[in-house]
């Protein structure tokens, strides 16, 4: 079946300008996680939806990030008023969720964001 | 704070060894672990989970789990330049959000 999809794939805005990242969930997963991963970095956990409510925004770095679901699949990212340090590739996991931990997450191909 | 840590290596293996990939965890009720695998400029992928103590073999990998140590490994038998890739070893600590290390890159060479 169908994996986990991001558009877009590459995404070059200017400093100030507002972005949207979109994520595509294998059907089914109800749990959706973002991560950011600046070049030769780890993961870098954002959020995490279970359906369509986010129990956990622990990990979105300022208020000029925000993030949705609806539907209890697509999600969107979107940045606020970029920064240069917002640059980095923005990835999403969705799994099944039904145990905590258990689950494995898969990966989308993640969008590339550079902030001039 | 959780955290996993690994060497960020790289660890150069010559091919046809054996690779063995290194993990230590910081909260002692995390339950279970994953191996993912990273080429350059590609997106994480699942080589091996692990639940329990001991050793799970899947083909030419082996995950390692020891929870008393806090220790978690991963092995890779008859090491091939395709397994040249950086490692990113996962801990859960019974929440919905898993603790990543940082990654070691492993290269194989001819």
């Known amino acids: 079946g169908a994996g986990v999809s991001q558009s877009p794939s590459n995404k070059v805005t200017e400093k100030g300008k507002d972005v949207e990242l979109r994520c595509d969930p294998i059907?089914?997963?109800?749990?959706l996680y973002w991560y950011r991963q600046s070049l030769g970095q780890g993961l870098e956990f954002l959020i995490y939806f279970q359906g369509n409510s986010a129990p956990d925004k622990s990990g979105l770095p300022s208020d000029r990030f925000s993030a949705e679901r609806t539907g209890g699949s697509v999600s969107t990212l979107t940045i606020q008023r970029t920064q240069q340090e917002d640059s980095a590739v923005y990835l999403c996991?969705?799994?099944?969720?039904?145990?905590?931990?258990?689950?494995?997450?898969?990966f989308g191909p993640g969008t590339r964001l550079l902030v001039l | 704070q959780k955290e996993v840590e690994q060497n960020s290596g790289p660890l150069s293996v010559p091919e046809g060894a054996i690779a063995s990939l290194n993990c230590t965890y910081s909260?002692?009720?995390?339950?279970?672990f994953f191996w993912y695998r990273q080429y350059s400029g590609k997106s994480p992928e699942l080589i091996m989970s692990?639940?329990?103590?001991g050793d799970k073999e899947d083909g030419r990998f082996t995950a390692q789990l020891n929870k008393a140590s806090q220790y978690v490994s991963l092995l890779i038998r008859d090491s091939q330049p395709s397994d040249s890739a950086t490692y990113l070893c996962t801990s859960w600590g019974g929440s919905y959000i898993p603790t990543f290390g940082r990654g070691t890159s492993l290269i194989v060479h001819p």
């Open positions: 059907s089914g997963h109800t749990a």
């Open positions: 996991a969705s799994s099944l969720s039904s145990a905590v931990g258990q689950e494995t997450q898969y």
């Open positions: 909260d002692r009720g995390s339950q279970s």
């Open positions: 692990i639940y329990s103590n």
